[in-house]
């Protein structure tokens, strides 16, 4: 037998829209991780370091993990196909990877019929938004960069994209 070609799973077969049928699924225990960098101009870096990442608005780190927390919660609210899901682990690695770059990766994990890796996605990049809005009266040069999946285990794939953040 060949070799089975990827299709789309969000639309059927006239082409429209649609979520997918989880219904004949095994529950399996699911996790997924994924990261989002936020690269600062070398002098922002220097001195939000100093300030131990604290700005006018309060702590930057602590306030980036509650609303990717938060957003990992309510994916099926802003991604349309997404099933409503009851995460049961949420868990945040936020530090700088070099000087100027905060490496935020989101790990979310539960026992379903259907994956999260739209969760992880969206827990990085709305903490990788949060720290941008504390920072932005610092500079607007500030970069939101590689938002990706780094792995993603359960269901019919495993996959390991890249080396994970601790």
């Known amino acids: 037998m060949g070799k ?3 299709s789309l799973t969000h639309i059927d077969l006239a082409g ?5 049928d989880v219904g004949a699924k095994a529950v399996t225990a699911r996790s997924a991780t994924a990261q989002a960098i936020v690269r600062f ?25 509650i609303a990717g ?8 609210e802003l991604i349309p196909f997404c099933h409503p899901l009851a ?3 949420c868990e945040f690695v936020v530090e700088f990877v070099k000087s ?4 935020i ?12 890796e739209m969760e992880a996605l969206t827990g990085a990049s709305v903490a990788a938004l949060t720290v941008y809005d504390m920072c932005k009266a610092l500079s607007h040069e500030i970069v939101i960069t590689d938002v990706r999946l780094l792995e ?10 890249g080396k994970i953040i601790q």
Do not use: F, Q, Y
């Open 69 to 76: 927390t938060l957003a990992v919660k309510r994916t099926h």
């Open 41 to 65: 101009p070398p002098a922002v870096a220097r001195s939000l370091r100093a300030a131990g990442m604290r700005a006018k608005k309060g702590p930057i780190i602590d306030t980036a993990i």
């Open 105 to 116: 990766c989101c790990e979310v994990a539960l026992s379903h019929k259907t994956g999260v």
């Open 16 to 20: 429209r829209p649609r979520m997918v």
């Open 87 to 89: 995460i049961e682990r």
């Open 152 to 161: 993603k285990s359960g269901g019919k794939r495993r996959v390991r994209k």
């Open 100 to 103: 100027n770059e905060l490496g």
């Open 4 to 6: 089975k070609t990827a």
